[in-house]
């Protein structure tokens, strides 16, 4: 057992070191006083350059603007269709589940050249409204999977109790239904929020000349040389991610210790 056991503490210090150690580097060489990869001082001019570019600055507003959007749009549209699809029994309804999974089934290289060739097809300008468009539909399987997990588990009895007194489907649905899902819900729109955020390749094909996001920005400056600037960058949205999570587990422990009345 105590062989088994160290054996098992090395095997995840060994992937810990190499999940966590590259991004120690990053953060580490954010405060190199050079652009080369050797070190040469401790410095903080990157941080006050990255703050000081408007390109950088104006890219992450764009990036949150459709990460919230497409993301909340996506909510409406998964939850509404995890609703209709679950506990209704028709012909075409396993080729409508199907279909609905096809953003995150297909490569997304794949899937860039489709929305391309389709705005292309409308004579849609490319920017803000041709990515929203894009991004609302390969998250809308995230909130869709999530919500339809969860409605599969709920008693359907539960429902039908408020019908039989009275409740139109409407009121079972923002009464009963809803807060049940909500927890699902949240969790998918995260997801989806995190994953617009971080796209590359569709926003690629589906931006416009006068329209970026931070991952294209940060792509079209490595093709520049890699400076600390993008290692501040990492460093800076790094540390708001671990404060939410520290936030977010703190909130969870406080409910957990309140007393009960």
Known sequence: MKKRSRFAEVYITLVLLLMYLPIIVVIVYSFND???????GFTLDWYSKLLNNMSIRTAFLNSLQLAALSS???AVLGTLGAVGLTGRYFKARG?????????IMIPEIILG?????FFSFLRLPFGMLTMLLAHTTFCIPYIYINVKARLTDLDPS????????GAGYVRVFFDITLPLIFPSILSG???????????VVISFFTTGAQ?????LQVYSMLKMGVTP????????MLGAVFFIVAIARLVRARKKTRPLL
Request: charged share 15%; glycine share 0%; proline share 4%.
């Open 95 to 103: 080729i409508l589940e199907n279909v609905s999974l096809i953003p």
């Open 211 to 215: 329209t970026s996001t931070l991952p």
């Open 158 to 165: 539960i429902a039908e109790a408020a019908r039989d007194l």
């Open 34 to 40: 050079t652009k080369m990869f050797h070190w040469a």
């Open 72 to 74: 909340l749009s996506a």
């Open 113 to 117: 050249m489709a929305y391309l060739a």
């Open 229 to 236: 600037e993008i290692n501040a960058l990492c460093t800076v």
């Open 189 to 199: 729109t995260l997801l989806a929020f995190a994953m617009s955020m971080d796209d």
